[in-house]
């Protein structure tokens, strides 16, 4: 199994650009979720979603976009990038169960100019 | 979700013990403790987790207080790998109650 696979690795992009970071996992897990993650900063939820077509925001949703058309896939989309969204994001997933642990993704760094 | 609490930094001596502490004084009858590191520029990993009982694994140890309210994770003997933020969780139920939240964690440096 790959567990959780996010591309791409880096990206850098000019303010107001659009652009979408992948997800995907193989392990049939229902729950995924998106953190970012700023220097010195624990990481912080931004979207979740806890099976196909049910999404939620979560601490920092403002600026990002979710779906969940399959259980396998989760992108994240920034509409206009901003200088503020500069950071470091991960993918993870879990079954969705109590007790279950959370599988992460290797993460995305992403510069907004 | 319930909340936890951990200091921000500690430091140990390789080949020593370590025990992180992380304060939940809120947990509920049902909440599982879990336990995560980052090592440097990766994404967190799982280390333990434990509901009532203490816990081992191949990585740490993971001592509930009886009460419920706190918890510590041990490392028997630092390494300069140990070196990561750790982060204490409380995952909670399912469905709706699925925001995962995690804190700052704890910083641990492992001085050679």
């Known amino acids: 199994n790959a567990g959780v696979t996010q591309t791409p690795k880096f990206q850098v992009l000019k303010t107001g650009q659009s652009m979408t970071l992948q997800c995907a996992q193989d392990?049939?897990?229902?729950?995924m979720s998106w953190y970012r993650q700023d220097p010195g900063m624990g990481l912080r939820l931004i979207h979740y979603s806890v099976g196909a077509g049910i999404t939620d925001q979560g601490e920092v949703p403002n600026g990002y976009n979710v779906s969940r058309s399959t259980t396998e896939d989760f992108p994240l989309r920034l509409l206009s990038a901003a200088p503020s969204q500069t950071s470091v994001y991960f993918c993870?997933?879990?079954?969705?169960?109590?007790?279950?642990?959370?599988?992460f993704g290797s993460g995305t760094q992403l510069s907004v100019l | 979700d319930a909340k936890t609490t951990q200091p921000n930094s500690m430091e140990s001596n390789e080949e020593e013990p370590v025990h992180l502490p992380c304060n939940h004084s809120?947990?509920?009858?049902?909440?599982?403790i879990h336990w995560y590191r980052q090592l440097p520029s990766q994404g967190p990993e799982y280390v333990i987790h434990?509901?009532?009982s203490n816990v081992n694994n191949r990585m740490a140890s993971l001592a509930i207080a009886e009460d419920r309210k706190s918890s510590t994770l041990i490392l028997h003997r630092a390494t300069l790998r140990d070196a990561a933020v750790y982060y204490c969780i409380l995952p909670g139920l399912t469905g709706a109650n699925s925001k995962l939240t995690f804190g700052k964690g704890i910083t641990l440096s492992v001085r050679p």
């Open positions: 392990m049939n897990h229902e729950y």
């Open positions: 434990g509901l009532t």
């Open positions: 993870a997933s879990r079954r969705d169960i109590q007790n279950e642990k959370l599988f």
């Open positions: 809120t947990i509920s009858g049902t909440d599982y």
